[in-house]
């Protein structure tokens, strides 16, 4: 049935196995769990659950107004039906440094395999939009010490993720990102950076591993998955991608239905019935529902 057949610890020392093999791993963007679990029959490495999808799933912009609770919410939500890693965007910890290690712990117990923290300043957001501000580096040091500090499971990715590139330039992206693995994180996540010879600049510098964010209409170029692994890049994100064609198509089948007061021409376009059901697995519930009311009670019980 439609469940995880992994535990969170397996999931957590499957990403860190794939962390050392060296080839760059591909981790789209769910929307939901459904579309987690379509990620995982697609032959994807992880799931990476985004806050900027989860805010605007709320009906809420991407400037740090959800919560740890909200987030882990969802991330559980997810984790229960995927035997992904699942890699979640923990924005700046939703507070000071005891928030964020609470929100480290939320998310163990959530079954993810990691989180990343970011540099930036409350209110945060999004990381390709002008106007971002970062904490000083020694506030986000003791943001990724708190966060180590709690950390109970030591295979549970901890990434920090640093803005700076956009605030403060390449070379203060590169000092900054080497002061968080020195205070405890596992993983960099260079948000923005602006071309190819950034991307390559970064790996030179940090050895630890490394994520690509390839989100549309941003900063950063869209590098193909063939090139990242190339500049010897560990993971890319797609965050955005399946919200947008998912809303897209959404306001597209709100015209139609509008303008020609009927579904039909849409049917095309749709997932099937049968399709739907077979990824949500009715088969596996029913014969299960079967296997256990497959019986008549005797007279009188």
Do not use: W
């Amino acid at each position: 049935m439609l469940h995880t057949h992994t535990t969170a610890a397996a999931r957590r020392r499957s990403l860190r196995e794939q962390l050392a093999s060296g080839r760059l791993l591909r981790m789209p963007g769910a929307v939901n769990p459904y579309s987690a679990r379509l990620i995982q029959e697609a032959g994807f490495d992880g799931v990476y659950l985004s806050g900027a999808v989860l805010a605007a799933d709320l009906g809420l912009p991407d400037l740090g107004l959800t919560t740890s609770a909200e987030v882990a919410h969802r991330a559980q939500q997810v984790t229960r039906v995927t035997d992904l890693p699942a890699l979640v965007d923990a924005d700046t910890g939703f507070g000071g440094p005891m928030n964020t290690a609470r929100t480290v712990q939320l998310m163990e117990d959530a079954g993810l395999a990691g989180l990343h923290l970011e540099d930036q300043a409350d209110p945060k957001r999004c990381g390709h939009l002008d106007g971002k501000a970062l904490v000083p580096r020694e506030a986000m040091v003791r943001r990724v010490r708190a966060a180590a500090d709690a950390r109970r499971d030591p295979d549970f990715l901890l990434m920090a993720r640093t803005d700076a590139r956009s605030v403060e330039g390449p070379k203060a992206a590169i000092e900054r990102a080497r002061a968080y693995v020195d205070a405890g994180a596992d993983a960099v996540f260079p948000e923005a950076l602006r071309s190819e010879a950034e991307f390559e600049a970064f790996r030179k510098a940090v050895d630890v591993p490394l994520l690509a964010n390839m989100t549309e209409f941003g900063k950063s170029p869209l590098l193909s998955a063939r090139v990242l692994e190339d500049l010897g890049y560990n993971l890319v994100i797609h965050p955005v991608t399946l919200f947008r064609l998912a809303m897209g198509a959404v306001e597209d089948g709100l015209r139609t239905l509008a303008e020609e007061g009927c579904q039909e021409s849409l049917l095309p376009r749709m997932q099937s019935r049968s399709r739907l059901y077979e990824v949500l697995d009715y088969e596996a519930y029913t014969a299960f529902d079967g296997g256990v009311f497959d019986f008549t009670l005797p007279p009188g019980t």
